[in-house]
């Protein structure tokens, strides 16, 4: 069975950084691609970052500069690095895997206060 589970979320102040975690465990073959979305206040999820197998990333104009997509595969972990956070980064972080299904987190909570 195939999981993954987002860690690293929580309360910051504006400026704040963070760093998300999501632990990948089962069997999965094919991964091309992993990313981070987030679903804010009032809003639909929506596309962060993400990174191939081939190590390419790409990144949401709104996060440009102030985050970054990382992995060790070793760990089968993805990771989120924030720095700079700003108010309207609060919300859901969810990490997904895209293989030949398609798999998501939990999400954790990342608050920043103003």
């Known amino acids: 069975q195939v999981q993954l589970v987002e860690s690293g979320g929580g309360l910051v102040q504006a400026g704040g950084s963070l760093r998300l975690s999501c632990v990948v465990s089962g069997i999965i073959d094919n991964i091309h691609t992993m990313a981070w979305y987030r679903q804010t206040p009032g809003k639909q999820r929506e596309w962060i970052t993400s990174?191939?197998?081939?190590?390419?990333?790409s990144y949401e104009d709104f996060v440009k500069g102030r985050f970054t997509i990382s992995r060790d595969d070793a760990k089968n972990t993805l990771y989120l690095q924030m720095n700079s956070l700003k108010f309207e980064d609060t919300g859901v972080y969810y990490c997904?895997?895209?293989?030949?299904?398609?798999?998501w987190g939990q999400g954790t909570q990342v608050t920043v206060s103003s």
């Open positions: 990174i191939t197998r081939a190590g390419d990333v």
């Open positions: 997904a895997l895209f293989s030949n299904l398609n798999y």
